[in-house]
């Protein structure tokens, strides 16, 4: 995975975040992966939250990790000290971190489960549609028994015609 697809898929999960009350920061996240290495940085300003693929130089702290082990750590299956075990460093303070984890909690999954919401609809119609279609395929195998009986008759009228211009 290019270092775009993966700023792209960690930016999404910031969306619909709610940065109102959260104390300004500035966190400058460099992912360590050899296939997707790069940096980028997460900021709150005056309530208003920004993810993007820069460098931030007067930032509050640098955080040196793993694709994997950012992605752990955004979701809360690991904790700031077990990803520091697996390699990460941070440069600067701890509670810059702690800061963007709260931003994250705001983030609504009411939206994400009505997008899955919206989407199973959408494949139900899907499958009525295939399930109409089979009787179509079947109505299609009926009709070439016929056709190849159309094909045997069409040699007899050859024979036919050839009788009579002799």
């Known amino acids: ?7 792209e898929s960690i930016k999404k999960k910031f969306d619909g975040a709610d940065a109102a009350g959260v104390a300004d920061f500035a966190l400058q996240i460099t992912m360590s992966d050899e296939d997707c290495g790069g ?4 900021a709150v300003k005056d309530g208003a939250l920004a993810v993007e693929p820069y460098d ?7 955080l ?15 904790g700031l000290d077990k990803v520091v075990d697996e390699g990460a460093s941070i440069k600067g303070s701890t509670e810059v971190i702690n800061s ?9 999954k009411t939206d994400s489960v009505k997008a ?3 989407a199973e609809p959408a494949k139900k119609p899907a499958k009525k549609a295939a399930a109409k279609a ?12 016929e056709k190849k009986a ?17």
Do not use: H
């Open 1 to 7: 995975m290019t270092f775009e697809k993966a700023f």
């Open 39 to 42: 940096t980028f940085y997460v």
């Open 56 to 62: 931030y130089k007067d930032n509050d702290a640098v």
């Open 64 to 78: 040196d990790i793993s694709k994997s082990n950012l992605l752990a750590l955004i979701a809360g299956r690991k």
């Open 100 to 108: 963007m984890k709260s931003v994250l909690k705001t983030v609504k």
């Open 116 to 118: 899955a919401a919206d």
């Open 134 to 145: 089979e009787p179509a395929k079947k109505a299609a195998v009926k009709a070439e028994p």
């Open 150 to 166: 159309a094909k045997k008759a069409a040699p007899a009228k050859k024979t036919a015609a050839k009788k009579t211009s002799k």
